[in-house]
């Protein structure tokens, strides 16, 4: 919390993922994360100018930086792929299993002998295990891994390939923490709306103008 303040400012990019400073002064609270409170600094933050005498209200795992790393820091939830595959694999144990006993019991019906029985039911248990399952889910995920580096996208996760792909709607909080911060022009257009180079060329070249679409009006 900020006792005092002289044109101070801090870079809050490890917190809000926002890479322009945010001016701070003492006053009343008017918000509770980062990015929102004016009147404190919170752990990760960079000052960049200015001077300020602040007062320490929480350390280590009570701030904002602190939580976040015990967030990261805790087991990571199955993911519906691993769920489903963990899923099939108990019903395929499960029906192979009950293959095997009734194998085994009906060549005893039979009157076969109990060691010849017992040597072809587990030979069927044997080939009746998927035994390349988890190859072939590997390689598979590790080809949507080498198409997605090639789209630049790194992977941490083979799982995440599946539930990538399954998804249908991706929400995320702003754009400024996937995007370069770099605004660039993509369309000039005229008065009535139709596409001209004109506006853009006599616009300044300064950021300010440097929206997606410029609109003017010619002289």
């Not at 809050?12 to 509770?32: I, R």
């Not at 000052?47 to 976040?68: D, K, M, P, R």
């Not at 194998?103 to 076969?112: C, E, I, S, T, Y």
């Not at 950021?207 to 009006?217: I, K, V």
Request: hydrophobic share 50%.
């Amino acid at each position: 919390m900020l006792l005092s303040a002289t044109a101070f400012t801090a870079n809050e990019a490890a917190l809000t993922g926002e890479p322009y400073p945010v001016e701070k002064q003492p006053g009343l609270v008017t918000g509770l994360t980062a990015g929102e409170a004016s009147n404190a600094v919170f752990r990760g933050a960079v000052a960049q100018t200015g001077e300020v005498i602040a007062l320490v209200v929480s350390t280590g795992a009570a701030t904002l930086f602190g939580a976040a790393a015990s967030a990261l820091a805790q087991a990571e939830e199955i993911s519906p792929y691993q769920r489903d595959l963990r899923a099939y694999g108990l019903l395929t144990a499960r029906l192979t299993i009950a293959l095997v006993l009734v194998v085994f019991a009906a060549h005893l019906a039979f009157g076969r002998p109990i060691l010849q029985s017992l040597l072809f039911a587990v030979a069927l248990a044997v080939g009746l295990t998927p035994e390349l399952l988890p190859m072939i889910t590997t390689v598979t995920l590790l080809r949507g891994a080498l198409r997605m580096a090639r789209r630049k996208v790194i992977v941490k996760r083979l799982a995440s390939i599946h539930d990538l792909g399954a998804m249908t709607v991706l929400c995320t909080d702003k754009t400024g923490t996937l995007t370069s911060a770099e605004i660039s022009l993509a369309q000039s257009l005229d008065a009535s709306g139709l596409a001209n180079p004109r506006p853009s060329r006599l616009a300044p070249s300064r950021p300010s103008w440097a929206a997606t679409a410029a609109r003017s009006t010619p002289p």
